[in-house]
């Protein structure tokens, strides 16, 4: 399927619900845009989800349809789904018809359904950028008519048709990634001493719960050593860690937040970091070269976030914490890795192999090529 576009090119990019999708969104978009500068781009997410917010942000204009996911367990909310996704298919057409674009990119996310089935009904070229190893059922479904599916795991033929799979790692934001010479900047922004150790710890754009539970039950050990945290919490969690951190006195070295959105600071002047093991997660933490210890959710699809994280602890790149165990091993595993240069240097080094630093400009490429330019 190709087009070959006589004007300004211009390209709806669809999807968002977590970070994990919202930010490699707004990365294929800069890049396009870096490319081709005359270019009109335009976003479709789900009312009420983030990216109504942090895509505007980004300096681009959204659209919300009115759509959720559907639960696997019994819920009233399933009852609206049918209704919700029929709003949703009709508001993306009208959302195509008038906006006119040369191509869709769907990245995953409620929204991103209904708008890359009515883009292939309508005959617009649609890219599936698929950030996981296990991949949803939207994009398995659409993929058949999909132009090109960009991935970031081998295997994938498994769930697309071989012949549009193209492997081009997930795009990351260049705003997150750039951290050389920001330490000090980096520990000066969050209040902390730049000369002693820093954790990151970051459960994702939405906070988790159980790796805050695993820092809230080891906190005090903080008040023992010269150990820093920063502690993204999420909405849910901020004001119980604020008043544990309060009431022991660490307001100084524990700096809990909702979100972090100078994550270049972060990451420059952090030492070890805490995290889940999502996709994004995983890539920026490879190009920024952290020794990471993963919490992985145990709940994602097929358990693809400790397949995830396996696959780096196998080659010596990370360090697993189970969720069940974090209550327990989390902090002494944080604090003994911190005592140990040799071995963060050893990771640094494991990790930054799984780095695709030119994914967003080869997933660019490959819509070019969609497109004839």
């Given at each position: 399927?190709?087009?070959?576009?006589?004007?300004?090119?211009?390209?709806?990019?669809?999807?968002?619900g977590t970070?994990?999708?919202?930010?490699p969104?707004?990365?294929?978009?800069?890049?396009?845009?870096?490319?081709?500068?005359?270019?009109?781009i335009?976003?479709?997410?789900?009312?009420?989800?983030?990216?109504?917010?942090?895509?505007?942000?980004?300096?681009?204009?959204?659209?919300?349809?009115?759509?959720?996911?559907?639960?696997?367990?019994?819920?009233?909310?399933?009852?609206?789904?049918?209704?919700?996704l029929?709003?949703s298919?009709?508001?993306?057409?009208r959302?195509l018809?008038?906006?006119?674009?040369?191509?869709v990119?769907?990245?995953?996310?409620?929204?991103?359904?209904?708008?890359?089935?009515?883009?292939?009904?309508l005959?617009?070229?649609?890219?599936?950028?698929?950030?996981?190893?296990?991949?949803?059922?939207?994009?398995?479904?659409?993929?058949?008519?999909a132009?090109?599916?960009?991935?970031?795991?081998?295997?994938?033929?498994?769930w697309?048709?071989?012949?549009?799979?193209?492997?081009?790692?997930?795009?990351?934001?260049?705003?997150?990634?750039?951290?050389?010479?920001?330490?000090?900047?980096?520990?000066?922004f969050?209040?902390?001493?730049?000369?002693?150790?820093?954790?990151?710890?970051?459960?994702?754009?939405?906070?988790?719960?159980?790796?805050n539970k695993?820092?809230?039950?080891?906190?005090?050990?903080?008040?023992?050593v010269d150990?820093?945290?920063?502690?993204?919490?999420?909405?849910?969690?901020?004001?119980?860690?604020?008043?544990?951190?309060?009431?022991?006195?660490?307001?100084?070295?524990?700096?809990?937040?909702?979100?972090i959105?100078?994550?270049d600071?972060?990451?420059?002047?952090?030492?070890?970091?805490?995290?889940?093991?999502?996709?994004?997660?995983?890539?920026?933490?490879?190009?920024?070269?952290?020794a990471?210890?993963?919490?992985p959710?145990?709940?994602?699809?097929?358990?693809?976030?400790?397949?995830?994280?396996?696959?780096?602890?196998?080659?010596d790149?990370?360090?697993?914490?189970?969720?069940?165990?974090a209550?327990?091993?989390?902090?002494?595993?944080?604090?003994?890795?911190?005592?140990?240069?040799?071995?963060?240097?050893?990771m640094?080094?494991?990790?930054?192999?799984?780095?695709?630093?030119?994914?967003?400009e080869d997933?660019?490429?490959?819509?070019d090529?969609?497109?004839?330019?």
């Open positions: 399927m190709k087009t070959q576009i006589a004007k300004s090119p211009r390209l709806i990019v669809s999807g968002g970070g994990g999708h919202i930010f969104a707004i990365a294929i978009a800069d890049a396009f845009k870096r490319r081709h500068p005359d270019a009109e335009m976003f479709v997410g789900a009312k009420g989800r983030m990216e109504m917010e942090r895509v505007p942000k980004a300096g681009y204009p959204i659209e919300g349809l009115w759509i959720s996911g559907f639960k696997r367990e019994l819920s009233l909310d399933n009852l609206s789904f049918p209704f919700k029929i709003s298919l009709c508001k993306a057409k959302i018809k008038r906006f006119k674009p040369d191509a990119v769907g990245v995953g996310g409620f929204a991103s359904g209904p708008t890359m089935r009515k883009a292939t009904s005959g617009i070229p649609v890219i599936i950028q698929e950030q996981n190893s296990f991949p949803g059922v939207t994009n398995k479904l659409v993929a058949p008519k132009a090109k599916i960009c991935v970031a795991y081998d295997n994938m033929e498994r697309f048709p071989k012949d549009k799979i193209v492997m081009t790692g997930n795009p990351l934001r260049n705003n997150v990634v750039s951290t050389e010479g920001k330490r000090n900047e980096g520990a000066e969050f209040g902390l001493d730049p000369q002693k150790p820093i954790i990151l710890l970051v459960g994702g754009s939405q906070g988790a719960l159980g790796i695993g820092i809230s039950a080891q906190l005090a050990k903080f008040k023992d150990y820093q945290m920063i502690w993204q919490t999420g909405k849910l969690y901020v004001e119980q860690a604020q008043n544990e951190v309060r009431n022991l006195g660490l307001e100084d070295r524990v700096k809990p937040t909702v979100f959105d100078r994550m600071l972060a990451y420059a002047c952090a030492d070890v970091v805490i995290s889940r093991a999502g996709a994004m997660s995983i890539s920026e933490l490879s190009l920024v070269k952290k990471v210890v993963f919490v959710l145990p709940t994602a699809a097929e358990d693809h976030q400790t397949k995830n994280a396996q696959s780096l602890a196998d080659k790149a990370a360090i697993i914490v189970k969720n069940s165990e209550e327990e091993k989390l902090i002494p595993t944080v604090f003994n890795l911190l005592e140990d240069d040799e071995k963060i240097c050893k640094q080094e494991n990790i930054a192999k799984f780095a695709r630093p030119n994914a967003a997933i660019v490429n490959e819509i090529k969609v497109l004839g330019l």
